[in-house]
């Protein structure tokens, strides 16, 4: 509909991207009323939605964060990134699409994490597969040490994860401010300082500024930073090399060793001075050339067929054969795991619940804040119920990371998630685990 109806940039287009025409071919199998069903919304908010975006200038897209976590979230955002392409909207100032604006810090992470340094390729596993990798028998992992994590609440399929810490021959170091899931599993836990505790440099993937912030109080008892531990380790282990003794104000010093801090006088110095320093807007983040290998916008990348068999941005359905599906994300009074253990964080959000469409709990003849189990091949999951119009029909939505003695039958949310990978990029699919569901 949207190429069909509307008069897109064909100059910005000819000049500025690759795979347009074969991108056109596929948007015909998506007539108004395929993209009706497929989204629920009318043929007239769609029309709408087309005209305004396509005609007011500039227009800007702020894809924001979750959407990724589908099955199908990198087909997803690729096509959404493409819009700005088809109407120009990259010649304005203020037009294009924002992901996240974390490469706008260029830190120099060849020098903090120092690949000159490696003498064979390392094993590498995706923490969304934690749990196929620590009950792998025919590659098993020895050890692992755990920091600034959580895993036991927040990877996905936890039961798979626990019944791989609970491994007699796994050998568990847990650095850690508090007694948390995943400490309970450790032979050895390590006590870490709080940001209250240590210097550290700061950027963001929301905001333009980078912070470096000193401790405000010693640190407690015999809690250390990473950057002091891992110094350690590497030294007990015989690494001789200069950078294991650095502290963090010589990797902080490190990190801003780049050709943009340098241009734009922003030094460690600079920083301790002034604590925090705005980095200047790009004005145009797309203007001649693309991040792309052909220095251009791709409608159709060859790549992609590597990782899901298309080279253009398909919408594939999901089957999961559940009835539902099931949503959980973040708690917005906790970060991830992060202060879920605060009591009067909690007490906001009561205790941990699932939302339900009414039309979804008259069928399964479900009451407000009676107990639910949502449950899958994986195992299950009891929580309150809350009936709630927010809700698509088909849709469950449960907040998390709640720990897991807050749960009813002592089952996380992500007892549930399925620790597929989504199409591009192999992220966690929280968004697109499929459930039943029944009264208890």
Known sequence: MFLHKVQYDKEFIESNTVGFDKFKELVKKYA????????????EQLNKLAIEYATIKPSFIRIGNGLQHHLNGGFNTWAISLLPAIIGSWKYKEGGALKSNSGYFPINKTLLERPDLLNKKPRSINMVELGKALTDNKNPIKSIYVYNSNPLVVAPNHNLVKKGFE????FVVVHERLWSDTAKYADIVLPSTTSFEHEDLYISYWHNVIAFANRVIEPLGQSKPNIEVFSMLAQAFGFSQDCFKDNVYDLADQALDSE????HNISLNRLLKEKFIELEYIDFPYKDSAYTKTEKIQFENPEAINLAGVSLPHCTALTLNYPFILISPPNKHFLNSTFAHVNKLKEKEYAPYVKINPKDAIKYDLKDNCNVEIFNEQGSCILKAMISDDVK?????????????????????????SDKLSDIGGGAV???SGVNIKKV
């Open 32 to 43: 108004p009323d395929t993209v009706s069903k497929q989204t629920g919304l009318s043929k």
């Open 167 to 170: 491994r007699e021959d796994l």
């Open 260 to 263: 943009y801090f340098k241009r």
């Open 393 to 417: 029909e088909g849709v469950l939505v449960a907040r998390g990371l709640y720990w897991v003695d807050d749960y009813i039958n002592k089952q996380p949310i992500n007892t549930l998630t």
């Open 430 to 432: 929280f968004f697109s």
